[in-house]
């Protein structure tokens, strides 16, 4: 990722083919030889301007991402949602800590006395709770896990 | 571990992206030294075990307008999470809906669901209509906007 991740597109950046892309391509896409060519017949594109459009939506940094979204927790591994009260004096310093473990996917600064929001992915169960114990010990603070016990569903849609 | 070597090898060829070309899983079959179709079936074996949960892009809510997003946090019942939580979890707004465990005294909430808006305002309007949906089965709630993305690289299989 080489584009700023907070930069707003202008609001003609995207036609209305964009966005049923950005609304269709996010439920699935076919497993087949071909897979350009049959999710854009459904959607009215031929599979190369399909492939010309998702470049330069990638491009633009409209999509994060395109590709097959792994579950860690049904390879082996797992997924831990953790939250951190770090005092604002130190804060700069904590984050350079705990982004410093590969296992640390995203981190996120809020709005609360929880103030730093991060998840971990792991190649093996034990490793969220290594984890976290790694980054108490360095920081001197603790860690707490929401690990997630149920999922309702996780869907965007954009205005088409 | 679920996934044997040949498996581990498809998920680290495609964990950063599908290629953009015509015939992608060719591609990826070409550079790892196996065929179109057993790349297709392998593919499509990890998707039904749930080791893929779906081939899809991820939208950048920030890029697409939605610069306020908010983690909206909620203390629910646990005799109606499930039902609660899957109702909340099809409004079109809602990109992640989970129960997660509790952790007190200082944190109350056992239901996340991610609100994106253009605006903090709009955001607080779908606040609203979680808690009009949550009715009295709602004891108590938060919103956590982001303030800064720290980090953001997604699951790495480690390369060993």
């Given amino acids: 990722m080489t584009r700023p991740l907070r930069t707003v597109l202008p609001p003609d950046a995207l036609d209305s083919t964009d966005r049923a892309i950005l609304n269709a ?6 497993l087949t030889p071909r897979p350009y060519d049959d999710a854009g017949a459904d959607l009215g594109v031929t599979g190369d301007d399909l492939i010309v459009r998702l470049a330069r939506l990638r491009d633009l940094g409209a999509i994060t991402r395109f590709g097959p979204f792994f579950d860690a927790a049904e390879m082996g591994g797992a997924f831990c949602l953790c939250a951190m009260a770090v005092p604002s004096h130190r804060f700069d310093a904590v984050m350079t800590q705990v982004n410093a473990h590969p296992e640390v996917a995203h981190n996120y600064e809020r709005t609360h006395a929880l103030n ?8 093996t169960p034990d490793g969220i709770d290594r984890t976290a114990r790694a980054i108490e010990d360095e920081t001197g603070l603790k860690v707490m896990l929401f690990p997630k016990l149920e999922e309702y569903f996780i869907g965007f849609r954009v205005q088409a | 571990m679920t996934l044997d070597s040949v498996d581990r090898r498809i998920v680290q060829a495609t964990q950063a992206g599908l290629p953009l070309v ?10 790892l030294g196996l065929t179109e179709s057993e790349v297709i079936a392998r593919l499509a074996a990890m998707q039904d075990r749930g080791v893929i949960r779906r ?3 991820a939208p950048n809510h920030y890029a697409l307008g939605m610069t306020a997003n908010g983690m909206s946090v909620w203390d629910v019942d646990d005799d109606r999470i499930s039902e609660l939580g899957t109702q909340i979890g099809t409004l079109p707004f809602v990109t992640h809906c989970y129960q997660r465990p509790r952790a007190l005294p200082e944190w109350p909430y056992n239901l996340f669901a991610m609100l994106h808006g253009e605006s903090r305002s709009e955001v607080q309007e779908k606040q ?8 009295n089965a709602c004891r108590g709630h938060d919103i956590l906007y982001s303030t800064r993305i720290l980090k953001k690289t997604g699951l790495r299989l480690r390369d060993d």
């Avoid at chain 1, 730093?116 to 190649?123: E, G, H």
């Avoid at chain 2, 015509?22 to 550079?31: D, G, I, N």
């Avoid at chain 2, 609203?128 to 009715?135: F, K, R, T």
């Fill in chain 2, 22 to 31: 015509t015939e992608p899983y060719a591609q990826v079959a070409a550079t």
């Fill in chain 2, 55 to 57: 081939i899809a892009l």
């Fill in chain 1, 25 to 30: 391509l996010q439920d699935g896409f076919p």
């Fill in chain 1, 116 to 123: 730093m929001w991060f998840v971990l992915a792991t190649d």
């Fill in chain 2, 128 to 135: 609203a209509q979680v808690a009009a949906i949550l009715g």
